[in-house]
Nanobody, 121 residues
Framework: QVQLVESGGGLVQAGGSLRLSCAAS????????????LGWYRQAPGRERELVAS???????IYADSVKGRFTISRENAKKMVFLQMNSLKPEDTAGYYCHLGGVGSLGSYWGQGIQVTVSS
């Protein structure tokens, strides 16, 4: 089993910044972590979960149009962590944010428990 634990969420005013972190633990080594695709998703009340940003094993990043230029995803394989730097936050960024680890080989995919980000206007 693999556990993903998010941290860094909270309440911030519009225009502010937050940095989300996600740490993997359990039955996953750093070398396996390094070849997994990683992502951040978010889900607002009454809406479907959507991809915010992803980063591949090769460091290729993909962003939702709504966050391009404001959010940056990064990873630190040695620490088995993935980050989401969120700048110029808007009220519409308010949601639960979820870390995702893509499966590889016999390793399945995993979700974190989610963390709330609230942006006040």
């Amino acid at each position: 089993q693999v556990q993903l634990v998010e941290s860094g969420g909270g309440l911030v005013q519009a225009g502010g910044s937050l940095r989300l972190s996600c740490a993997a633990s359990g039955s996953i080594s750093g070398s396996i972590f390094s070849i997994c695709d990683l992502g951040w998703y978010r889900q607002a009340p009454g809406r479907e979960r959507e991809l915010v940003a992803s980063i591949s094993r090769d460091g290729i990043t993909i962003y939702a149009d709504s966050v391009k230029g404001r959010f940056t995803i990064s990873r630190e394989n040695a620490k088995k962590m993935v980050f989401l730097q969120m700048n110029s936050l808007k009220p519409e960024d308010t949601a639960g944010y979820y870390c995702h680890l893509g499966g590889v080989g016999s390793l399945g995919s995993y979700w974190g428990q989610g963390i709330q980000v609230t942006v006040s206007s």
